[in-house]
């Protein structure tokens, strides 16, 4: 039994007015006028931050509804009606819309207040809050959607503001050139969204076109046609949410200024594939292969971008390859129908992640934008809040004991041993130390040791409050997060997890006690061998290594860009040009020079009679009216 809410569209419809009273601005400057940079700020950050208070306010009604009755729908009205299929444009709030909305307008509200700081003096500046505020509106309407069509909408909105705000800074061809990577890899995995819903629609959407009347229609849908759905379905989300093979787009991603990859990382576009797989988990229970094949595409990207960080030397790109891996580990988890725990993982995912982008922006921003690891070192000293909370990220991220990462990652690979999938349970301890590494081996040559160059780090200096401020209040999240959901084994009762049951179809395994003791004391191994070793290595005496052989390979991403380039993109380059060559001059220029040519021979012809001379004018009247005259008689027969 559903409730009706009025407010559920002011949510996004907040940061899209803000967007576009932003936009409207930013064009009033480019022809003159002037705007002050606070103005511009305050603004963008009013919607986000009115939106956190009805996201708080979703959660709470819904709390004091009954366990089973916890739906909040609005349906604004008819928006599609085709034959059978009948759309219209509502929005559904339910416990796991409502836990995404909290971390999605608390998060994106503090990376817009950080924003201020990091842009402050950009020529740009209301373009950026104003797609800033599109980004965030986009993703509160894939989160708010009652159905999958209106999630397309916002599925499709967050491809072109990654596109627009990647390629922000766009007098650099390069960051053009990553733009629109993002946006062409992102097309082809939408295409895969589209025919999911496309054969849904054909299997079982005559009878409702929303989530609940899916729902209750799934058990009708035929298993050939219903594994088809789900793995079309995840190709959309291998693209929005960077896994094998379209995860190519998401290093590249980090073009844009630094609060875009955090808002892209942490809580918008990469998380949409996780949730899209969970809301349709009615779906995916039903087909145990798809989940068996996502699953194995999680822990195997998982796995490709931890050895990738390893060896990268650009601070983001670092970031940026653990968001990937780290999304493997959320994909294993709802391929193993442990929606919960995926999801949870997102949750606190957000907390970290976002925290360390913004560290890593506030690093950027101290030395004047570099961002090699190996020109930093020893910044500790000058920037000390940056660096104590970009430890505790770094512990969140690692999966340090009793901080958040450690609590959902272990929860993933507990359901993973818990599911009998020890292999997968391996490869993701594997990838914990990996994780615990390559984190670490960042954090500690950017901050200790000796300057590697010291004209930038005499120039170092703390950011902002304006950039701090939310640095500090992120990172009591990446450190308590992770209570929310605390196992039995410490005493916990898996709030979240519970939390989330009326909206996720899964089946939670009795909890054992040897397989909570080996998930935990196998993550707690993970993660000190990590430390030690990137320890042991760059502690105290960071030096640049040089990288050969498999080494150089890997820190190379195994030329997997280019082996793409020479299999998908120069082919079709070809073939394109070889098309062109054909449809343009005899499909497309062919006619229209062909009429060219006729008015330009009949305008010849008829030059023939334009001599000039009056006398030949006058014969030329007098044969007209002769002729004229002759029809005439002819016509009337006199």
Same mark, same amino acid.
């Given at each position: 039994?559903?409730?009706?809410?009025?407010?559920?569209?002011?949510?996004?419809?907040?940061?899209?007015?803000?967007?576009?009273?932003?936009?409207?601005?930013?064009?009033?400057?480019?022809?003159?006028?002037?705007?002050?940079?606070?103005?511009?700020?305050?603004?963008?950050?009013?919607?986000?931050?009115?939106?956190?208070?009805?996201?708080?306010?979703?959660?709470?009604?819904?709390?004091?509804?009954?366990?089973?009755?916890?739906?909040?729908?609005?349906?604004?009205?008819?928006?599609?009606?085709?034959?059978?299929?009948?759309?219209?444009?509502?929005?559904?709030?339910?416990?796991?819309?409502?836990?995404?909305?909290?971390? @999605?307008?608390?998060?994106?509200?503090?990376?817009?207040?950080?924003?201020?700081?990091?842009?402050?003096?950009?020529?740009?500046?209301? %373009?950026?809050?104003?797609? !800033?505020?599109?980004?965030?509106?986009?993703?509160?309407?894939?989160?708010?959607?009652?159905?999958? @069509?209106?999630?397309?909408?916002? =599925?499709?909105? @967050?491809?072109?503001?990654?596109?627009?705000?990647?390629?922000?800074?766009?007098?650099?061809?390069?960051? *053009?050139?990553?733009?629109?990577?993002?946006?062409?890899?992102?097309?082809?995995?939408?295409?895969?969204? *589209?025919?999911?819903?496309?054969?849904?629609? =054909?299997?079982?959407?005559?009878?409702?076109?929303?989530?609940?009347? !899916?729902?209750?229609?799934?058990?009708?849908?035929?298993?050939?046609?219903?594994?088809?759905?789900?793995?079309?379905?995840?190709?959309?989300?291998?693209? %929005?949410?960077?896994?094998?093979?379209?995860?190519?787009?998401?290093?590249?991603?980090?073009?844009?200024?630094?609060?875009?990859?955090?808002?892209?990382?942490?809580?918008?576009?990469?998380?949409?594939?996780?949730?899209?797989?969970?809301?349709?988990?009615?779906?995916?229970?039903?087909?145990?292969?798809?989940?068996?094949?996502?699953? =194995?595409?999680?822990?195997?990207?998982?796995?490709?971008?931890?050895?990738?960080?390893?060896?990268?030397?650009?601070?983001?790109? /670092?970031?940026?390859?653990?968001?990937?891996?780290?999304?493997?580990?959320?994909?294993?988890?709802?391929?193993?129908?442990?929606?919960?725990?995926?999801?949870?993982?997102?949750?606190?995912?957000?907390?970290?992640?976002?925290?360390?982008?913004?560290?890593?922006?506030?690093?950027?921003?101290?030395?004047?934008?570099?961002?090699?690891?190996?020109?930093?070192?020893?910044?500790?000293?000058?920037?000390? @809040?940056?660096?104590?909370?970009?430890?505790?990220?770094?512990?969140?991220?690692?999966?340090?004991?009793?901080?958040?990462?450690?609590?959902?990652?272990?929860? /993933?690979?507990?359901?993973? !041993?818990?599911?009998?999938?020890?292999?997968?349970?391996?490869?993701?301890? /594997?990838?914990?130390?990996?994780?615990?590494?390559?984190?670490?081996?960042?954090?500690?040559?950017?901050?200790?040791?000796?300057?590697?160059?010291?004209?930038?780090?005499?120039?170092?200096?703390?950011?902002?409050?304006?950039?701090?401020?939310?640095?500090?209040?992120?990172?009591?999240?990446?450190?308590?997060?992770?209570? !929310?959901?605390?196992?039995?084994?410490?005493?916990?009762?898996?709030?979240?997890?519970?939390?989330?049951?009326?909206?996720?179809?899964?089946?939670?395994?009795?909890?054992?006690?040897?397989?909570?003791?080996?998930?935990?004391?196998?993550?707690?191994?993970?993660?000190?061998?990590?430390?030690?070793?990137?320890?042991?290595?760059?502690?105290? %005496?960071?030096?640049?290594?040089?990288?050969?052989?498999?080494?150089?390979?890997?820190?190379?991403?195994?030329?997997?860009?280019?082996?793409?380039?020479?299999?998908?993109?120069?082919?079709?380059?070809?073939?394109?040009?070889?098309?062109?060559?054909?449809?343009?001059?005899?499909?497309?220029?062919?006619?229209?020079?062909?009429?060219?040519?006729?008015?330009?021979?009949?305008?010849?012809?008829?030059?023939?009679?334009?001599?000039?001379?009056?006398?030949?004018?006058?014969?030329?009247?007098?044969?007209?009216?002769?002729?004229?005259?002759?029809?005439?008689?002819?016509?009337?027969?006199?």
């Amino acid at each position: 039994m559903e409730q009706s809410t009025p407010y559920l569209g002011f949510i996004p419809l907040l940061p899209l007015a803000g967007a576009l009273v932003l936009g409207l601005m930013h064009i009033a400057t480019c022809q003159g006028k002037r705007i002050p940079d606070k103005l511009y700020g305050i603004l963008g950050c009013i919607g986000p931050f009115i939106a956190l208070i009805l996201a708080v306010k979703v959660f709470f009604e819904l709390k004091a509804l009954d366990e089973g009755k916890r739906v909040l729908l609005q349906r604004v009205y008819n928006w599609i009606e085709v034959g059978d299929l009948k759309i219209s444009m509502g929005f559904l709030a339910d416990p796991l819309s409502s836990l995404m909305l909290l971390f @999605v307008t608390f998060v994106g509200f503090l990376i817009h207040l950080y924003s201020i700081g990091y842009m402050a003096g950009d020529k740009n500046f209301g %373009k950026f809050f104003a797609y !800033l505020n599109l980004f965030l509106a986009s993703m509160l309407l894939l989160v708010l959607g009652d159905g999958p @069509v209106v999630m397309f909408v916002g =599925w499709e909105g @967050v491809g072109l503001c990654s596109y627009l705000l990647i390629s922000f800074y766009s007098e650099d061809p390069a960051n *053009v050139v990553a733009g629109n990577k993002a946006f062409i890899v992102n097309r082809i995995g939408d295409l895969g969204f *589209v025919l999911g819903i496309s054969f849904l629609f =054909w299997g079982i959407g005559a009878d409702g076109f929303d989530y609940i009347s !899916l729902e209750a229609s799934a058990t009708n849908l035929n298993p050939t046609l219903g594994l088809t759905v789900c793995l079309l379905l995840f190709v959309g989300a291998t693209g %929005k949410s960077a896994q094998i093979p379209l995860y190519v787009w998401l290093p590249d991603a980090m073009a844009g200024p630094t609060p875009v990859s955090a808002l892209i990382h942490a809580a918008t576009m990469v998380t949409a594939g996780v949730y899209m797989i969970a809301r349709f988990s009615f779906l995916y229970v039903q087909v145990p292969l798809a989940g068996e094949i996502i699953a =194995w595409v999680g822990i195997l990207t998982a796995l490709l971008a931890a050895i990738f960080g390893m060896y990268q030397r650009d601070i983001k790109k /670092i970031l940026a390859y653990s968001t990937v891996s780290q999304l493997g580990y959320m994909f294993a988890a709802v391929g193993l129908t442990a929606y919960s725990a995926g999801i949870f993982h997102v949750f606190t995912h957000a907390f970290f992640k976002a925290l360390l982008f913004l560290g890593a922006g506030s690093v950027i921003h101290a030395l004047h934008h570099e961002q090699d690891i190996w020109k930093m070192g020893g910044l500790k000293k000058k920037l000390p @809040v940056t660096y104590w909370t970009m430890l505790f990220g770094a512990l969140a991220l690692a999966g340090c004991p009793l901080f958040s990462g450690f609590f959902s990652k272990d929860e /993933i690979l507990y359901s993973a !041993l818990a599911h009998g999938h020890g292999a997968i349970w391996f490869i993701g301890l /594997i990838v914990a130390g990996i994780t615990a590494y390559y984190t670490f081996r960042m954090f500690f040559v950017v901050f200790h040791g000796k300057p590697a160059d010291q004209s930038l780090y005499d120039k170092a200096h703390e950011s902002p409050p304006v950039m701090t401020v939310p640095l500090v209040i992120l990172a009591v999240g990446a450190v308590f997060a992770g209570f !929310l959901n605390l196992p039995h084994l410490f005493g916990g009762h898996l709030m979240v997890s519970h939390w989330l049951s009326p909206s996720l179809v899964e089946h939670h395994p009795d909890p054992t006690l040897a397989l909570e003791l080996l998930a935990v004391g196998g993550s707690i191994v993970a993660f000190v061998i990590g430390v030690s070793i990137a320890y042991r290595k760059f502690g105290t %005496k960071a030096q640049e290594p040089v990288y050969r052989g498999f080494h150089k390979f890997a820190e190379n991403k195994f030329m997997v860009d280019e082996l793409f380039g020479a299999l998908i993109v120069t082919p079709y380059r070809y073939l394109s040009q070889g098309i062109s060559r054909i449809i343009e001059p005899w499909v497309t220029d062919g006619p229209l020079k062909s009429m060219a040519l006729l008015y330009r021979l009949s305008g010849l012809a008829f030059k023939v009679f334009q001599v000039g001379l009056v006398r030949v004018y006058a014969i030329y009247m007098v044969l007209g009216l002769s002729i004229m005259s002759f029809l005439l008689i002819k016509t009337l027969n006199l």
